[in-house]
């Protein structure tokens, strides 16, 4: 049973450019994080989805910075016109929804360089 | 609560000894905890978690205490091995946002040979 899974695990982009970071959740999950970590710091929370909606994106910057998890095909954070300090390792994780209180698993982590 | 941008505290013991580390959090209404382990480069690992409604909880050489008085949360580590080395973070679930998990600073633990 695969895990969480991650691609890229590393992207290098310029200031401007876009990235765009994938994420597909475990077998039968249906509940989609995505997190942010700096060096030498905790994860922190950016947005909660589930298929098609967007339930809690209280993390996400309000700029250049979307996501999304479509019907079919994995989860997509994007950043447009990124600049340096959006250079971070990004995870994702997903938990199954079967309970309110539930396990998230994690993914290794997409970093990402802004040069 | 919240982690800040401060450099992680290290906690060195010796290869065979047990390890306690500990964790203060913020919110009084989270109800959900859990412990993670995050080995350099990868994603965290999730090692083990409690309820509110508990306040001890073992796993494999694992165990978590949890002091709702005093909102602390600890993780022992029996008999510590080499790869046990990594940064433990604790983590808090919020009641009014069962989806967000609150990340603690973390804690990077060496083991001494």
């Known amino acids: 049973n695969a895990g969480v899974m991650q691609n890229p695990r590393h992207l290098v982009r310029r200031r401007g450019q876009e990235a765009r970071l994938r994420c597909s959740p475990m077998?039968?999950?249906?509940?989609v994080y995505w997190y942010r970590q700096l060096p030498e710091e905790g994860l922190k929370f950016m947005v909660y989805?589930?298929?098609?909606?967007?339930?809690?994106e209280s993390g996400m910057p309000k700029e250049r910075f979307s996501a999304e998890f479509p019907k079919e095909g994995p989860s997509i954070l994007r950043i447009q016109q990124v600049v340096r300090g959006d250079s971070a390792a990004y995870f994702c994780?997903?938990?199954?929804?079967?309970?309110?209180?539930?396990?998230?698993?994690f993914g290794p982590g997409t970093r990402l360089l802004v040069l | 609560g919240e982690s800040v941008g401060l450099h992680l505290p290290t906690l060195s013991v010796q290869e065979g000894d047990n390890s306690i580390i500990n964790c203060a959090y913020s919110?009084?209404?989270?109800?959900?905890f859990i412990w993670y382990k995050q080995e350099s480069g990868k994603g965290p690992q999730f090692i083990i978690d409690?309820?509110?409604?508990?306040d001890k909880r073992q796993g494999q050489r694992v165990t978590v205490l949890l002091n709702k008085t005093v909102k602390h949360l600890s993780l022992q580590i029996a008999a510590t091995q080499p790869g046990d080395s990594a940064v433990y973070f604790c983590?808090?679930?919020?009641?009014?946002?069962?989806?967000?998990?609150?990340f603690g600073s973390g804690t990077r633990l060496s083991i001494r040979p």
């Open positions: 994780a997903s938990s199954p929804y079967l309970e309110i209180q539930e396990t998230q698993y």
């Open positions: 077998k039968g999950h249906s509940h």
């Open positions: 989805l589930q298929k098609e909606n967007i339930i809690d």
């Open positions: 919110n009084s209404a989270s109800d959900y």
């Open positions: 409690i309820r509110s409604n508990m």
């Open positions: 983590a808090e679930n919020i009641l009014s946002s069962a989806s967000k998990i609150i």
